[in-house]
């Protein structure tokens, strides 16, 4: 590990375990419920908590892995598979993650990080202001917007 690393963890939404696992379980559940004139196969059960279990692997993946790394000039995103890395002189401005979409985090309270010429990412570090401030100290330039609390 570099001198110069510094890792950012993600901020987790309390409710987020929770709907993992409503939805993992709603599977078996609804088999179950669901009325049929002969028994569920047990080859649709296995498929069922097969999903279920790849699903739980997966989303435990992400939990355990999603963190923002600033490692030298680079800026690493990394959650579960997903790997980005963007250097930082190319982050042009961090403002309020207002899109509700897909991102490399683990909360709704989010930044979007622009960078490049048309691209953007949503991050949710759990500590935003020392994010912020390790990225400008390396990055003096970049535009901060609608973020005055996190200066």
Same mark, same amino acid.
């Given at each position: 590990?570099?001198?110069?690393?510094?890792?950012?963890?993600?901020?987790?939404?309390?409710?987020?375990?929770?709907?993992?696992?409503?939805?993992?379980?709603?599977?078996?559940?609804?088999?179950?419920?669901?009325?049929?004139?002969?028994?569920?196969?047990?080859?649709?059960?296995?498929?069922?908590?097969?999903?279920?279990?790849?699903?739980?692997?997966?989303?435990?993946?992400?939990?355990?892995?999603?963190?923002?790394? *600033? #490692?030298?000039? $680079?800026? +690493?995103?990394?959650?579960?598979?997903?790997?980005?890395?963007? =250097?930082?002189? &190319? @982050?042009?401005?961090?403002?309020?993650?207002?899109?509700?979409?897909?991102?490399?985090?683990?909360?709704?309270?989010?930044?979007?990080?622009?960078?490049?010429?048309?691209?953007?990412?949503? *991050? #949710?570090?759990? $500590?935003? +202001?020392?994010?912020?401030?390790?990225?400008?100290?390396?990055? =003096?330039?970049? &535009? @901060?917007?609608?973020?005055?609390?996190?200066?």
């Amino acid at each position: 590990m570099q001198s110069d690393e510094l890792t950012f963890s993600s901020k987790v939404d309390a409710w987020i375990p929770g709907v993992v696992i409503v939805s993992v379980l709603a599977s078996p559940v609804i088999v179950f419920l669901a009325p049929a004139r002969k028994p569920v196969a047990s080859t649709t059960w296995m498929i069922v908590f097969g999903a279920g279990l790849f699903t739980l692997a997966l989303v435990g993946w992400m939990f355990a892995t999603t963190a923002y790394v *600033i #490692s030298g000039p $680079d800026l +690493r995103l990394k959650s579960g598979p997903v790997r980005i890395t963007i =250097p930082i002189n &190319t @982050i042009t401005r961090i403002g309020r993650g207002s899109i509700v979409g897909s991102a490399i985090a683990l909360s709704l309270s989010r930044i979007e990080i622009q960078y490049g010429r048309f691209q953007s990412v949503l *991050i #949710s570090p759990k $500590d935003p +202001r020392a994010f912020i401030q390790a990225i400008l100290a390396r990055a =003096p330039n970049v &535009t @901060i917007e609608d973020l005055d609390e996190y200066r």
